[in-house]
């Protein structure tokens, strides 16, 4: 089992910045891919941006330029910079984390960009 839990949310203005982490614990070794989605409501949960164990990246094109996934191996840690906040990026964001073929989830934190 691999257990996620996500921090960092809130509400910011637009153009503003958050960021997000994610520690990992359980039984993390060979957790390869970590990263983030996001559901906002009414909205299926869409991909964000992932990261490797040896450090690709992945982004989605709504967050390219503006978000910046990175990973601390040593503690367990992932994390979410973004910037250039707008409206639209208002969701619940996730971490994931596949290992061996399963994928786990943290239960997820929400941003919220309104002035």
């Known amino acids: 089992q691999v257990q996620l839990v996500e921090s960092g949310g809130g509400l910011v203005q637009p153009g503003g910045s958050l960021r997000l982490s994610c520690v990992a614990s359980g039984s993390i070794f060979s957790v390869n891919v970590m990263g983030w989605y996001r559901q906002a409501p009414g909205n299926q949960r869409e991909l964000v941006a992932a990261v490797t164990r040896g450090g690709t990246t992945n982004y989605a094109d709504f967050v390219k330029g503006r978000f910046t996934i990175s990973r601390d191996n040593a503690k367990n840690t992932v994390y979410l910079q973004m910037n250039s906040l707008k409206p639209e990026d208002t969701a619940a964001y996730y971490c994931?984390?596949?290992?061996?073929?399963?994928?786990?989830w943290g239960q997820g934190t929400q941003v919220t960009v309104s002035s």
């Open positions: 994931y984390g596949d290992r061996s073929g399963i994928r786990y």
